[in-house]
């Protein structure tokens, strides 16, 4: 299971900082990333790491203000919102991809075997 926090409101320029709990498996066996997802539209890929820990991606609109961490020995995955803007306003779901490669990151959603509940960020301009 994956539960994602840390969601809220925020104004632009603000920093937020999402978790995401796993449980019920063996956290270093999954790739993990964050997506969001506005109403209307498809999920997108915000930002994902490795097994490993050592390879990391991010879409284009996030790099330098988003960072995603993992923290094996507490099973959880973080990202890490800087310099918000209203463009950052959706939904954000949690997922771990089981069977990537050990310093790989996936950037599809059909990748991801499980996913979290979603957590609302909302950023005001």
């Known amino acids: 299971q994956l539960q994602a926090s840390g969601g809220g409101l925020e104004q632009a320029g603000g920093s937020l900082r999402l978790s995401c709990a796993v449980s019920g498996g063996t956290f270093d066996y999954y790739a993990m990333s964050w997506f969001r997802q506005a109403p209307g539209k498809e999920r997108e890929f915000v930002a994902g790491?490795?097994?490993?820990?050592?390879?990391?991606a991010y879409e284009n609109s996030v790099k330098g203000r988003f960072t995603i961490s993992r923290g094996n020995a507490k099973n959880t995955v973080f990202l890490q919102m800087n310099s918000l803007k209203s463009e950052d306003t959706d939904i954000y779901y949690c997922a771990a991809s089981l069977g990537t490669p050990w310093d790989s990151v996936r950037a599809d959603v059909r990748e991801y075997n499980y996913w979290g509940q979603g957590t609302l960020v909302t950023v005001s301009s």
């Open positions: 790491i490795s097994r490993s820990g050592r390879k990391i």
